[in-house]
């Protein structure tokens, strides 16, 4: 965090053109009258309230349409409101409506961190200033770097607090890295079970290492300004700021167990910072950007509203100096970074009400914006994969998937129930230039928003096709995807272990009942092109006999090559190839890499044991 004005936003910020969309989002103006804005935040007690934090020391509170004259809370007299100190953090409790108490964290007039418990007053409704409890005090050795963040886990309902390294320039004492020390990590507290004081979660990763604070939750960061939980899967995303020339975004999903180490000083964003660094056991970042795009990152959160469902899935931050913002989704396995608008504010906050809508704030002129999005369904041609093996690009006949927001805003997945399977399933259609798709399954499985289609074998050839996904009549702009002529790829369990089946009894083979050396067996792919007698799309084929590939894969097992009795479309189903072959007679017991190519491509190689 630096609350300053890059010379080009100072320029341009009593009348600024907001939003320029580069990716079709927009700031829609709020509220104004805030001074110097640092968070946002909801009570999610069904009061549709926004509370915004004043640096300076108070809180106000913004409730149907404008803000409220007298505010929630004003300890100015308790804070240093100036630099990238004073009033930093405010987070609401689960079921706050009940426990009528909240939390925030400031910088005291010593300069040191305080995060403290305040309830509400019986009279007023508002916060009593008499109440404060501290909780945690935390020396500060500088100015600056003081974190300032507070958000209660959306499932553990545990307060997280994010501290930067201490200040000064490239962590000087070492805190990030120092076991004995809670600056620059991310602290987990329990402050609800015992009110007023706090207790040590037992599930914290350090608790039985007494050589480290156990407060500590993650460590390895320099300044985390604003880290927040997506409210849909509960996955963490924390904004690091950089120092010299990288800013930085972390990813930790929903079922880490903590102690994750972030790097820093050893690494800022992807790089060294210290000579000849060891990333070795580090967590690197899932984006970053350098100071040619801005100077100072401000983290945001994962939009889950529903006035912009095309824009769900989309973790959206930006740069305190530029203005820029961007957004994250995660598409299978990976992470896609687009960058969504140039906004031309100080970026300071954003913040999320209780319906799930993002807002942002401009740090100098004390103004609030409603971040708006596409209403249709929204994805990118790297969103569009094989099923199996996650690679862009699509195969007529085969199985794909394409990550799109905008078709289901729950978790949860509707599968088609019969063969041949339909071209509309829950409101959702795909077509492939013009052709409609028969659709497997649609929905919201774990965050992600997804299809899951077979490529129309009517498209087949080589170059890009027109894809389109509707959502109960309301259609996508067209995206161009790549139409190979093969993409191979074996279907796996967790992504590593290859979906197989012993050939003679018909069982999965898995590491309790390996293959045997000389055993033939079959394993399910995609992307392995024309067969001689193709099914119409949608259906599986005919059975009278087999739809054969009309080149044969090559198979290796541990680079051996195995021998192929068939090779073609799997019977039953719908997109879906299967390979039957020999495992090779020498090989030692283990895990070995299986892989598959036909043509001139290779798959993705997935692990298959072996007795």
Same mark, same amino acid.
């Given at each position: 965090?630096?609350?300053?004005?890059?010379?080009?936003?100072?320029?341009?910020?009593?009348?600024?053109?907001?939003?320029?969309?580069?990716?079709?989002?927009?700031?829609?103006?709020?509220?104004?009258?805030?001074?110097?804005?640092?968070?946002?935040?909801?009570?999610?007690?069904?009061?549709?309230?926004?509370?915004?934090?004043?640096?300076?020391?108070?809180?106000?509170?913004?409730?149907?349409?404008?803000?409220?004259?007298?505010?929630?809370?004003?300890?100015?007299?308790?804070?240093?409101?100036?630099?990238?100190?004073?009033?930093?953090?405010?987070?609401?409790?689960?079921?706050?409506?009940?426990?009528?108490?909240?939390?925030?964290?400031?910088?005291?007039?010593?300069?040191?961190?305080?995060?403290?418990?305040?309830?509400?007053?019986?009279?007023?409704?508002?916060?009593?200033?008499?109440?404060?409890?501290?909780?945690?005090?935390?020396?500060?050795?500088?100015?600056?770097?003081?974190?300032?963040?507070?958000?209660?886990?959306?499932?553990?309902?545990?307060?997280?607090?994010?501290?930067?390294?201490?200040?000064?320039?490239?962590?000087?004492?070492?805190?990030?890295?120092?076991?004995?020390?809670?600056?620059?990590?991310?602290?987990?507290?329990?402050?609800?079970?015992?009110?007023?004081?706090?207790?040590?979660?037992?599930?914290?990763?350090?608790?039985?290492?007494?050589?480290?604070?156990?407060?500590?939750?993650?460590?390895?960061?320099?300044?985390?300004?604003?880290?927040?939980?997506?409210?849909?899967?509960?996955?963490?995303?924390?904004?690091?700021?950089?120092?010299?020339?990288?800013?930085?975004?972390?990813?930790?999903?929903?079922?880490?167990?903590?102690?994750?180490?972030?790097?820093?000083?050893?690494?800022?964003?992807?790089?060294?910072?210290?000579?000849?660094?060891?990333?070795?056991?580090?967590?690197?970042?899932?984006?970053?950007?350098?100071?040619?795009?801005?100077?100072?990152?401000?983290?945001?959160?994962?939009?889950?509203?529903?006035?912009?469902?095309?824009?769900?899935?989309?973790?959206?931050?930006?740069?305190?100096?530029?203005?820029?913002?961007?957004?994250?989704?995660?598409?299978?396995?990976?992470?896609?970074?687009?960058?969504?608008?140039?906004?031309?504010?100080?970026?300071?906050?954003?913040?999320?009400?209780?319906?799930?809508?993002?807002?942002?704030?401009?740090?100098?002129?004390?103004?609030?914006?409603?971040?708006?999005?596409?209403?249709?369904?929204?994805?990118?041609?790297?969103?569009?994969?094989?099923?199996?093996?996650?690679?862009?690009?699509?195969?007529?006949?085969?199985?794909?998937?394409?990550?799109?927001?905008?078709?289901?805003?729950?978790?949860?997945?509707?599968?088609?129930?019969?063969?041949?399977?339909?071209?509309? &399933?829950?409101?959702? %259609? =795909?077509? !492939?230039? /013009?052709?409609?798709?028969?659709?497997?399954? *649609? @929905?919201?499985?774990? $965050?992600?928003?997804?299809?899951?289609?077979?490529?129309?074998?009517?498209?087949?050839?080589?170059?890009?096709?027109?894809?389109?996904?509707?959502?109960?009549?309301?259609?996508?702009?067209?995206?161009?995807?790549?139409?190979?002529?093969?993409?191979?790829?074996?279907?796996?369990?967790?992504?590593?272990?290859?979906?197989?089946?012993?050939?003679?009894?018909?069982?999965?083979?898995?590491?309790?009942?390996?293959?045997?050396?000389?055993?033939?067996?079959?394993?399910?792919?995609?992307?392995?092109?024309?067969?001689?007698?193709?099914?119409?799309?949608?259906?599986?084929?005919?059975?009278?006999?087999?739809?054969?590939? &009309?080149?044969?894969? %090559? =198979?290796? !097992?541990? /680079?051996?090559?195995?021998?192929?009795?068939? *090779? @073609?479309?799997?019977? $039953?189903?719908?997109?879906?190839?299967?390979?039957?072959?020999?495992?090779?007679?020498?090989?030692?017991?283990?895990?070995?890499?299986?892989?598959?190519?036909?043509?001139?491509?290779?798959?993705?190689?997935?692990?298959?044991?072996?007795?």
């Amino acid at each position: 965090m630096r609350f300053r004005l890059c010379p080009v936003v100072a320029a341009i910020a009593a009348g600024v053109s907001l939003a320029q969309p580069e990716a079709g989002i927009r700031l829609i103006p709020v509220t104004a009258g805030v001074r110097n804005p640092t968070d946002i935040q909801s009570p999610r007690d069904g009061s549709g309230r926004l509370f915004l934090v004043e640096q300076q020391g108070r809180i106000l509170v913004f409730g149907n349409g404008a803000l409220e004259s007298e505010p929630f809370l004003d300890i100015r007299d308790r804070t240093i409101g100036q630099g990238e100190s004073g009033l930093l953090g405010l987070a609401f409790p689960p079921d706050f409506a009940r426990r009528r108490a909240f939390y925030v964290n400031y910088t005291d007039l010593g300069g040191d961190t305080v995060v403290a418990r305040y309830r509400l007053s019986e009279s007023t409704g508002r916060g009593d200033r008499s109440s404060e409890v501290i909780l945690l005090t935390v020396r500060q050795p500088y100015d600056n770097h003081n974190g300032g963040g507070l958000q209660f886990g959306v499932r553990d309902g545990m307060l997280y607090i994010g501290m930067g390294d201490g200040g000064s320039g490239g962590d000087p004492h070492n805190h990030a890295q120092r076991p004995d020390s809670l600056l620059g990590k991310m602290l987990r507290l329990d402050v609800e079970s015992d009110p007023g004081r706090y207790r040590v979660p037992a599930g914290n990763p350090f608790v039985n290492d007494h050589a480290w604070r156990l407060e500590v939750w993650a460590y390895g960061l320099r300044n985390p300004w604003r880290f927040a939980f997506d409210r849909l899967t509960a996955d963490l995303w924390i904004a690091d700021v950089g120092q010299e020339d990288f800013e930085e975004v972390s990813f930790q999903p929903a079922a880490s167990g903590g102690g994750e180490n972030y790097g820093w000083s050893l690494m800022e964003g992807g790089s060294c910072f210290k000579p000849d660094c060891d990333a070795t056991g580090l967590r690197l970042p899932v984006a970053d950007y350098d100071h040619l795009q801005g100077c100072s990152v401000t983290g945001g959160y994962v939009y889950r509203g529903a006035r912009s469902p095309g824009l769900r899935g989309t973790y959206l931050y930006g740069d305190l100096c530029s203005g820029a913002i961007w957004g994250i989704r995660r598409e299978g396995s990976g992470f896609v970074t687009r960058r969504l608008a140039s906004s031309g504010i100080n970026m300071s906050t954003f913040g999320e009400d209780e319906d799930g809508e993002i807002y942002v704030a401009d740090h100098a002129t004390g103004r609030i914006f409603r971040i708006a999005g596409a209403v249709e369904p929204t994805f990118t041609a790297a969103g569009v994969v094989n099923a199996a093996g996650g690679q862009p690009g699509l195969v007529a006949g085969s199985l794909a998937t394409v990550f799109v927001y905008g078709i289901r805003d729950t978790l949860g997945e509707t599968v088609a129930g019969a063969v041949p399977l339909p071209d509309s &399933l829950g409101g959702v %259609r =795909v077509l !492939v230039n /013009g052709r409609s798709a028969a659709i497997l399954s *649609a @929905g919201n499985p774990d $965050g992600q928003e997804q299809v899951r289609f077979q490529v129309p074998w009517e498209v087949a050839g080589d170059g890009d096709v027109s894809l389109v996904v509707s959502k109960d009549g309301v259609r996508s702009r067209p995206v161009l995807a790549p139409l190979l002529a093969t993409q191979p790829a074996i279907f796996a369990r967790d992504g590593a272990m290859a979906v197989a089946v012993h050939g003679s009894v018909n069982v999965p083979v898995t590491p309790g009942s390996p293959a045997e050396p000389g055993e033939w067996i079959y394993f399910y792919a995609t992307g392995l092109g024309a067969v001689d007698r193709a099914p119409l799309s949608g259906h599986a084929p005919a059975g009278d006999g087999f739809s054969r590939t &009309l080149e044969t894969p %090559r =198979v290796t !097992v541990a /680079g051996a090559p195995c021998e192929v009795q068939f *090779a @073609g479309l799997a019977p $039953g189903l719908v997109g879906v190839y299967q390979v039957n072959m020999r495992v090779p007679d020498r090989l030692s017991s283990g895990t070995h890499e299986l892989s598959l190519g036909i043509g001139g491509a290779e798959s993705p190689p997935v692990k298959l044991p072996v007795r």
